[in-house]
């Protein structure tokens, strides 16, 4: 871990904060490895039960950091190559976190920042977030997952009008695409991320990674697979103390109480 990415966990919610500011949380060596630091703590932490992702001051991330970068245009190949090798490595992790991973989209995102969002299994953004794609502007295409997330969330022809054209997308605009899944006033916005962390945190994990794990690999499915692999799911459900508890409590009438097994 480094200054650049802070990581903060209290009671089972973990928060990991982009923390460079001052170059918009640009992605750097330095934010980058500190990003690989954390998502390999968060795995290894057996009691966190919730993830947020969330940047410091008023922007999530703007992608890569291009002075750091791009530099030394002779060496940009081999810079490149190095660096997405760790970062791809990273997103991947990240995004196959057995627990609820929510971004809380702060501000403005682009390039690799919108990568770090969409990994995210649910998506809140202040009203003050803009998203605008910036590769092909630059010369460069899409890394770190972008494509691949966006195309999940948009569908091609979206994600192509979002990486072609380079338009700036305000949050409503991508909550309505289906970029984010909720969008609130920034007076509001840090209460509303601390009550759906806590939602998260509280409910039932295990089934919760179940059933992502089941969601983020139907697409690749046939339906047979799709439900072998349900199947595999509930029978390992069933062994579980949730089942139990989430039964008992529909049965009392009363909120469920979960904690690990």
Same mark, same amino acid.
């Given at each position: ?22 170059? !918009? ?57 190095? %660096? ?41 953004? %202040? ?6 794609? !910036? ?21 091609? !022809? ?60 139907? %697409?690749?499915? %046939? ?39």
């Amino acid at each position: 871990m480094n200054e650049a990415v802070k990581l903060q966990v209290r009671d089972g919610v973990a928060t990991v904060l982009l923390n460079r500011p001052e170059a !918009g949380n640009a992605i750097d060596d330095t934010l980058g490895n500190g990003l690989i630091r954390a998502v390999e703590q968060l795995e290894k932490d057996e009691d966190i039960r919730a993830v947020v992702l969330t940047g410091s001051g008023n922007t999530f991330c703007v992608g890569g950091d291009m002075k750091a970068s791009l530099s030394d245009f002779d060496r940009l190949p081999a810079i490149l190559a190095a %660096s997405l090798a760790d970062l791809n490595r990273m997103i991947s992790r990240l995004a196959r976190l057995p627990v609820p991973v929510l971004a809380a989209v702060n501000g403005p995102l682009g390039g690799g920042g919108i990568a770090l969002a969409l990994a995210a299994d649910l998506v809140m953004a %202040s009203s003050t977030a803009k998203l605008r794609g !910036g590769y092909t502007g630059i010369g460069l295409c899409p890394d770190v997952g972008t494509s691949w997330f966006l195309t999940r969330r948009l569908g091609v !022809g979206k994600a192509k009008r979002v990486l072609f054209l380079n338009e700036s997308l305000d949050a409503e605009t991508c909550r309505e695409w289906g970029l984010f899944d909720f969008v609130h006033p920034p007076e509001r916005f840090p209460a509303e991320v601390e009550a759906m962390a806590r939602r998260l945190a509280d409910g039932a994990t295990g089934a919760l990674a179940l059933t992502k794990r089941l969601l983020d690999g139907a %697409s690749e499915n %046939s339906l047979e697979a799709q439900l072998a692999a349900e199947r595999d799911g509930m029978i390992l459900a069933g062994h579980g103390a949730e089942v139990r508890e989430g039964v008992t409590a529909f049965l009392e009438k009363r909120v469920p109480r979960y904690c690990k097994d």
